[in-house]
């Protein structure tokens, strides 16, 4: 069996080398690929499952909707990375430390030169990097829901992928981007929540409330609020959001050390302090009810606060981010009635909210010692305030100031601009809001309503009552007398729970009918 002749080697410039004549896999640790390659899968599941929360929050009509712009988002934040996103962001030849170049537009060159993060080659990055921005955008248009039209909605995704996303993550985690010179820590996307959070709030705030067109529209100046319609949805997406951040914090140390380990640990502590600790306060808030969108909420948002610091905080230090953070996210929802934005799936209180605490927090409670797991992996830092590094949280503050300001006020222009263009209108009419997002836009409807018809043909024979024995039996017998001609009609048999009408009940019942007729008649 011939093999290739690797004479070449690795060049560290452009696609890395000549993949014919350079073994360009053998520069880089193959469990740190392996690694990295699961967390890519392991993350895509937390964009399906956003959608799930999002439709389980939103009321029946809206609920469709949900789901489709989730796997929507994936899909053009997909064809936005590939196209020019990722050049944006971590190209190698920045010439400024605000945005990045063309340098691979296309994926042009994208293969085995080592990426930011030197223990994997670019190929790989791009593909995982690719999910957390799938995530951001699939957050950030949740803030539209229920009365956006769904055209304009994909039009601004692809807009504010690149003009707001790509601009903040190029700041954060391209080696020379102005925070991360400036010394920032954000070890696996606290601006993916700060963003998101803030676009979807500028969303909410330009749409309006919800059916304030409609004449049974509530109260002038007050917020809707509406029941969630499957709190089961809620729960199952609030399941697979949690599976994918472990992937989505342990596989940000960017290799298999024990980093990732302690990043792991700490997401799943801070998950479970947030989701105690919401539920309490809802206890004491709601006549002693535990609720169950209380407790997704906590683990939500506590998951969202140690997000920055996963990779930096010790583990006890995890415990007190979700409890902070998770009592922060819970003040923010009223914020957001003083406010009087509707932002009815809470992408603001708890991503936006949520990150800007876990990044204040990170730069308090980070460690050296922590982030020297890494080994060899590693670049050393000064610490936050456990190592006396007090400016630490001046750091992590202007980061948020700058990322959110940025946010806020590019997100506002995008959308203003946008409907201001008459096939770009960004906000359902009264009529088609409601109707609801799915009949109108989609034309398919989550669940089927009891009273529609189904005339859809699904074959469905009829079990016979006799055993297979008896049936074979009947069919060779000869019978003998005329009677035994007959076919006796075997008991009906019930179908999935419903038993089919026989021929007697339905002459009998047409009897009663008749002489109920004749005695109203009389």
Aim: hydrophobic content about 45%; proline content about 4%.
């Amino acid at each position: 069996m011939s093999s290739y002749n690797f004479t070449g080697t690795p060049t560290g410039t452009g696609t890395g080398g000549d993949s014919l004549t350079t073994d360009l896999t053998g520069q880089f640790d193959l469990a740190n690929m392996v690694w990295l390659g699961v967390g890519a899968a392991g993350v895509w599941i937390m964009s399906p499952g956003i959608g799930l929360l999002y439709s389980g929050l939103g009321r029946r009509k809206h609920a469709l909707a949900s789901l489709w712009l989730s796997l929507m988002g994936v899909c053009v934040v997909s064809f936005q990375w590939f196209f020019w996103g990722y050049s944006l962001v971590f190209s190698h030849h920045s010439r400024s430390h605000m945005l990045g170049t063309f340098e691979f537009f296309g994926f042009r060159d994208v293969l085995g030169t080592p990426s930011a993060d030197t223990a994997v080659p670019d190929m790989l990055y791009a593909v995982f990097q690719g999910m957390f921005a799938c995530v951001a955008g699939v957050l950030m248009v949740g803030g539209g829901g229920e009365r956006a039209r769904l055209m304009p909605m994909m039009v601004f995704l692809f807009i504010w992928m690149t003009v707001v996303y790509c601009v903040c993550a190029h700041w954060s985690w391209n080696p020379n981007g102005w925070l991360a010179i400036l010394g920032e820590y954000d070890f696996a996307g606290g601006l993916i929540h700060q963003t998101a959070g803030h676009g979807a709030l500028m969303y909410a705030l330009i749409l309006g409330r919800r059916d304030k067109n409609l004449p049974n529209a509530p109260t002038k100046g007050k917020l809707p609020k509406y029941k969630p319609h499957s709190v089961a949805s809620v729960v199952l997406g609030t399941v697979l959001i949690t599976f994918a951040w472990f992937f989505f914090n342990a596989c940000s140390a960017g290799n298999a050390s024990i980093r990732a380990w302690y990043a792991l640990e700490n997401t799943n502590l801070a998950a479970a302090s947030g989701g105690l600790t919401w539920m309490f306060i809802d206890y004491w808030r709601y006549d002693g009810k535990w609720t169950t969108c209380g407790l997704c909420s906590g683990i939500v948002s506590a998951l969202v606060g140690i997000t920055p610091g996963a990779g930096f905080v010790p583990v006890w230090a995890a415990f007190v981010i979700g409890i902070i953070t998770a009592a922060g996210c819970n003040f923010a929802v009223d914020v957001k009635y003083l406010l009087k934005i509707d932002d009815g799936c809470d992408v603001w209180a708890l991503h936006g909210v949520g990150g800007c605490i876990g990044s204040v927090l990170t730069g308090i409670f980070a460690a050296d010692y922590v982030n020297a797991t890494a080994g060899v992996y590693a670049t050393p830092i000064p610490g936050g305030w456990l190592n006396h590094h007090w400016k630490q949280v001046g750091y992590q503050i202007a980061g948020i100031c700058a990322i959110c300001g940025w946010t806020c006020v590019v997100t506002a222009i995008i959308l203003l601009i946008m409907d201001r263009i008459p096939w770009l209108k960004i906000r359902l009419s009264p009529e088609e809001e409601l109707q609801g997002t799915d009949a109108t836009q989609i034309g398919e409807a989550t669940f089927e309503k009891e009273e529609e018809e189904d005339y859809t043909f699904v074959p469905q024979p009829i079990r016979s009552g006799l055993s297979v024995i008896q049936s074979l039996t009947q069919q060779f017998k000869k019978p003998s007398k005329k009677e035994d001609m007959i076919v006796q009609p075997s008991e009906p048999q019930a179908i999935d729970g419903v038993v089919p009408e026989s021929e007697s009940n339905s002459n009998s019942d047409d009897t009663s009918n008749d002489k109920n007729q004749e005695k109203e008649t009389v």
